[in-house]
């Protein structure tokens, strides 16, 4: 094991043997960042907590989470290094994406983008005319694009010569 990894296993108060699993590293960030993000502490009047100088940081917490679930950090802590005992991954939302056409969103000329409400109501869809002409220059002619309010997506298709 890495000194990267036992120090990331240390921040986030995880044993090292047997490693923890994916659920159990998320559980150990959450918990860690609510015990020590400024914003979220709660006041205590033991002393169960490190003192402000022994706490790790906000960065360290997410850095130690960071290096614990990177596939790239090969690690026998990463649940891609194991087995997996967990249900698989829930399908990607954007292969359920809405059509819609290019001719149905408003157009901004002056910031090149098209836009389009969403019926959440708070954010929308947004597409630059740049994104366009890349996919039409690869042969595609739809991009797939996230409402910038909600988790829904949609699928904006165009024809050639239209970007």
Known sequence: MSTQTAQALSTLSLPSSPPPTAAQIKAAYHRALLLHHPDKARPSITTTTPPPSKRPTID?????????????????THPTNRPSTTAPSPPDPAAHAEPLDISEMDYDEEGRVYSYPCRCGVGGYE???AWLETAAG?????VLVGCGGCSLW??????EGES
């Not at 360290?60 to 026998?76: D, M, V």
């Not at 690869?138 to 739809?142: D, L, P, R, S």
Request: charged share 30%.
């Open 138 to 142: 690869e042969g595609v002619f739809e």
């Open 154 to 159: 949609r699928r904006v298709e165009f024809e």
């Open 60 to 76: 360290a917490i997410r850095t130690a989470f960071l290096t614990l679930t990177s596939p790239s950090n090969p690690n026998p």
């Open 127 to 129: 597409v630059r005319e």
